[in-house]
T-cell receptor
Framework: NAGVTQTPKFRVLKTGQSMTLLCAQDMNHEYMYWYRQDPGMGLRLIHYSVGEGTTAKGEVPDGYNVSRLKKQNFLLGLESAAPSQTSVYFC?????????????FGQGTRLTVV | KNEVEQSPQNLTAQEGEFITINCSYSVGISALHWLQQHPGGGIVSLFMLSSGKKKHGRLIATINIQEKHSSLHITASHPRDSAVYICAVTGGAGSYQLTFGKGTKLSVIP
């Protein structure tokens, strides 16, 4: 019973490099989210998806792109990494909007951009 | 935008103590979530509530909608309860966003 799985768990990038973070959920959830967590701040929403083939911007979307080609996967891309994107990234999913149901989180990806 | 404030930021308790973590928010909501984040990073949902009180084992969560305030209580605390506890709120038609507090770091000493 995997739940929400994020890969990779750790990554170091050089400024300007690109990478993709993968989130996979096995609960058949419609809603998926990408958050970033920075010291002294609450988690902030980057992008989210309300179903396969849909994506929308959250609170801090600049510098990131996402895709949801399959219902179970939500990809977060950094096209040209910057030191300001050093953070811990969390993926989450929920069956319904979080007004109505709990969210399930992945283990996080610690990204350092040097 | 809803502002979510948690207190205290840090809390150290002796094993067995009763613990209370508070969460206040600025704008009316539809639901409030309590989450737990252990060292090593994983986040787990503890409660989702929109009114009243919920209990799970030694954990109790209450919410007062009129006062825009929620509390998380831990009875008979144990070192394994050491974690960061995060409050998050959501609300409003069409709202897909959780707004998170900064978290309360709890350390329970044997």
């Amino acid at each position: 019973n995997a739940g929400v799985t994020q890969t990779p768990k750790f990554r170091v990038l050089k400024t300007g490099q690109s990478m993709t973070l993968l989130c996979a959920q096995d609960m058949n959830h419609e809603y998926m989210y990408w958050y970033r967590q920075d010291p002294g701040m609450g988690l902030r929403l980057i992008h989210y998806s309300v179903g396969e083939g849909t994506t929308a911007k959250g609170e801090v979307p600049d510098g990131y792109n996402v895709s949801r080609l399959k219902k179970q996967n939500f990809l977060l891309g950094l096209e040209s990494a910057a030191p300001s994107q050093t953070s811990v990234y969390f993926c989450a999913s929920s069956a319904l909007r979080t007004v109505f149901t709990e969210a399930f989180f992945g283990q996080g990806t610690r990204l350092t951009v040097v | 935008k809803n502002e979510v404030e948690q207190s205290p930021q840090n809390l150290t308790a002796q094993e067995g103590e009763f613990i209370t973590i508070n969460c206040s928010y600025s704008v009316g909501i539809s639901a409030l979530h309590w989450l737990q984040q252990h060292p090593g990073g994983g986040i787990v949902s503890l409660f989702m509530l929109s009114s009243g009180k919920k209990k799970h084992g030694r954990l109790i969560a209450t919410i007062n909608i009129q006062e825009k305030h929620s509390s998380l209580h831990i009875t008979a605390s144990h070192p394994r309860d050491s974690a960061v506890y995060i409050c998050a709120v959501t609300g409003g038609a069409g709202s897909y966003q959780l707004t998170f507090g900064k978290g309360t770091k709890l350390s329970v000493i044997p």
